[in-house]
């Protein structure tokens, strides 16, 4: 069932996907160049990146995610590297949170926010980032009455996905 408030009950109780735990910085998602451009477009006094060290950890995660494109995560994300991410405050908070959610229109946001809870495997498959936070999740346990709950299409899943795969560099058809 479509559920409009569940992510403002969520930040009610906090914390929420826009929030990390402190010392967690180095695995927080990268954002492009494509999409830091976007975002300074329609906000540009607003939040800011930071530049990261693609750590092990960082690299790590990154292979949980794209389990077959392997190769291709270490030429995007080399060791040595650097990549930009979301600014945070010192508790975590992203600074595009303003106190009504963020600050960025929807469609301009980075796509790993856009695309949250969800993600696709390599097959098509949509599966979900396990957040044990998430109150979304913890109230819809299949990905089925999850993407109800945030009234999110299957379709509109898979072409989010696509664009983030493009977005930070991989190819949309896979090696
Ligand atoms: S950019 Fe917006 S949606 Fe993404 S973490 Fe920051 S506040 Fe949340
Ligand atoms: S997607 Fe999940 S973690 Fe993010 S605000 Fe909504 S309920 Fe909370």
């Known amino acids: 069932m479509n559920d409009p408030f569940v992510c403002a009950r969520c930040a009610a109780k906090g914390p929420t996907c826009c929030e990390l735990t402190p010392g967690c910085e180095e695995v927080c998602f990268p954002v492009s160049e494509y999409e830091r451009e976007r975002i300074r477009e329609c906000a540009p006094d607003l939040g800011g990146f930071v530049l990261q060290p693609n750590t092990a950890l960082f690299i790590d995660n990154l292979f949980r995610l794209f389990p077959d494109q ?7 994300f080399p060791p040595g ?3 930009y991410r979301l600014a945070v405050d010192e508790r975590g908070k992203c600074l ?3 106190q ?3 600050l ?3 469609d301009a946001r980075p796509c790993y926010c856009r695309l949250f809870p969800f993600w696709t495997t390599e097959d098509g498959r949509i599966n979900v980032l396990e957040v044990a936070t998430c109150l979304a999740q913890l109230e819809n346990k299949s990905p089925g009455k999850l993407l109800k709950a945030l009234n999110v299409s299957q379709v509109t899943v898979r072409n989010l996905h696509e664009t983030l795969r493009r977005a930070w560099g ?3 058809h896979h090696d």
């Open 170 to 172: 991989f190819d949309p």
């Open 96 to 98: 595009f949170l303003g």
């Open 100 to 102: 009504h959610g963020c």
């Open 70 to 76: 392997r190769r291709a995560v270490k030429e995007l």
């Open 81 to 83: 590297g650097t990549h």
């Open 104 to 106: 960025i229109p929807q």
